[in-house]
C-alpha cells in the first residue's frame, strides 16, 4: 500500500513540476532553462525508493536543496528561475520527503534531515519573513503533522490491543467463574447423591442379612452392588471435575471386558452378544460403550417395563458397533419413574459419541420398541483420551 502512495507521489509532484516549466517558470543560466525541472523531477522520482532508503533520499533533498540556495544566492537565474512562480527554494517534494522521514527513520534522524531542509530553505543572504514562512510550511509543518497522526495512530493501535486482552481477560473470567460454580453444584449434586445412595445400600445389605427369602436376597445384594458400583463412579467423576486429573486405572471399573457389560446386562435381565475382541478399542471408547448400554438398559426398564431387551456389541478392528433393542413393554411404566429422569441421557450419549467422531441414533422400530445404535472408531484423534472419559 505504501509503495503506491509513493508512486502517485512521484508522479502528481512531476506532473505539478511540468506544469510550472510550461507555465513560464524555467532557469536563464548557462545550464539551459530546464536545470531546475531535471533536479526537481530527479528528487521527485527517488520518492520511489524512499521505502527503501530513506536516508539516501533525505540525503539527496539536502544536496538539491543546498545547490538551490547557494545558487539563488550567487548566481541567480543557473538553478532557480528569476522570477520564480513557486518561491520557495526548496524542491518541490520537500513535504512528501518529510511525511515519509518522519514515519521512516528514527525521530533523532528524522528531525536531524528536517532542521538540516529547514535552514537551507531560508536563503542567508536576504533572509525574510516570507522565506521564513515558506521554509516552515515546507519543512516543520509537515513534519508536525506527521508526528500527530502517527502518535494518533498509535495511540489508537495500543487502545485496541488494550481492549482485545481487556474482551480475552472478560471471557477467561467468565469461563473460571463458570468452572467454579460447575464444581460446586457437581460438589452439591455428589453430596446429595452420596448420602441418599449410601442409605440405599446400608438398607439393601441389612435386607440381605436378614430376610429368609431366596429371592429378597439375592435382589438385595443386587441394590447393593449396583449402589456400591454408583459410589465408586461419583467418586471417580468428582476427583475428574475437582482436579483435571484421570482417576488411575486401578480405581476404575474395567468398562472395557465382556465380564462387566455381561454383568450389566444381567442385572437388567437382557441378552448379551459380544462378538471380537474388546481390546482393540482404547478406555475411552470402551468407557463410551459402558455408557450407552447403561444408559439404554435404563431408559428401557423406565420406559418398557418386562421387555425383552437385546444387546449386541461387535469390535471389527477399527471400531466398535453397539445396538441395545428392547421390545414392546409388557406392562406400563410407572410414571414415577418415567418423570424422574433429566431427558438429558440420550442426548449426552450423542454428544459423547459425536466427541469420539462416531455416529449415534435413537429411534422407534415400529412394533412397539425402541432401538439404540452407536458406532465409535477405535482411535478418534479429535478428542484425547484423557478428556474424553470425562
Excluded at 335 to 346: R, Y
Aim: net charge neutral; with cysteine.
Amino acid at each position: 500500500m505504501i509503495l503506491g502512495i509513493t508512486a502517485i507521489t512521484a508522479v502528481a509532484l512531476a506532473t505539478a513540476q511540468a506544469a510550472l516549466y510550461i507555465a513560464g517558470q524555467r532557469t536563464t543560466g548557462p545550464l539551459g532553462p530546464a536545470a531546475e525541472l531535471g533536479l526537481n523531477l530527479v528528487v521527485d522520482m527517488t520518492l520511489l525508493s524512499v521505502v527503501r532508503f530513506p536516508r539516501l533520499v533525505a540525503l539527496l533533498a539536502v544536496l538539491v536543496t543546498a545547490v538551490f540556495a547557494v545558487g539563488a544566492g550567487l548566481s541567480p537565474g543557473t538553478f532557480v528561475p528569476v522570477p520564480q512562480l513557486n518561491p520557495a527554494i526548496a524542491p518541490l517534494a520537500t513535504p512528501a520527503i518529510v511525511w515519509f522521514l518522519v514515519y521512516l527513520l528514527p525521530r533523532s534522524q528524522a528531525v536531524t534531515g528536517i532542521v538540516t531542509l529547514a535552514l537551507l530553505a531560508i536563503p542567508a543572504w536576504a533572509p525574510t519573513w516570507t522565506m521564513l514562512y515558506l521554509s516552515l510550511s515546507a519543512t516543520i509543518l509537515p513534519a508536525v503533522l506527521a508526528l500527530y497522526i502517527k502518535a494518533r495512530t498509535e495511540l489508537l493501535s495500543s487502545l485496541r490491543k488494550r481492549a482485545d486482552l481487556a474482551d480475552v481477560e472478560r471471557c477467561l473470567l467468565a469461563e473460571q467463574a463458570e468452572t467454579a460454580e460447575r464444581q460446586r453444584l457437581a460438589a452439591e449434586l455428589h453430596d446429595i447423591v452420596t448420602h441418599h445412595v449410601t442409605e440405599i445400600v446400608l438398607h439393601a445389605d441389612a435386607l440381605r442379612v436378614t430376610t429368609r427369602e431366596d429371592q429378597a436376597r439375592v435382589a438385595a445384594e443386587q441394590i447393593r452392588q449396583a449402589g456400591a458400583r454408583t459410589l465408586t463412579e461419583l467418586r471417580d467423576l468428582m476427583a475428574l471435575v475437582t482436579s483435571g486429573n484421570e482417576p488411575p486405572p486401578a480405581a476404575r471399573p474395567d468398562y472395557g471386558t465382556g465380564g462387566d457389560l455381561a454383568a450389566l446386562a444381567e442385572a437388567d435381565g437382557a441378552r448379551l452378544e459380544v462378538t471380537g475382541d474388546c481390546r482393540t478399542v482404547p478406555p475411552v471408547v470402551a468407557r463410551a460403550v459402558h455408557r450407552v448400554v447403561q444408559e439404554s438398559l435404563t431408559n428401557a426398564r423406565k420406559h418398557a417395563p418386562g421387555a425383552r431387551i437385546h444387546v449386541t456389541i461387535d469390535y471389527p478392528g477399527d471400531r466398535v458397533d453397539v445396538e441395545v433393542a428392547n421390545s414392546t413393554a409388557l406392562r406400563t411404566a410407572d410414571p414415577t419413574l418415567t418423570s424422574a429422569g433429566s431427558g438429558m441421557g440420550l442426548a449426552g450419549l450423542d454428544r459423547r459419541v459425536s466427541l469420539l467422531g462416531g455416529t449415534f441414533t435413537a429411534r422407534e422400530d415400529g412394533d412397539g420398541g425402541f432401538t439404540v445404535t452407536a458406532s465409535i472408531p477405535a482411535a478418534s484423534p479429535a478428542v484425547p483420551a484423557g478428556r474424553g472419559q470425562s
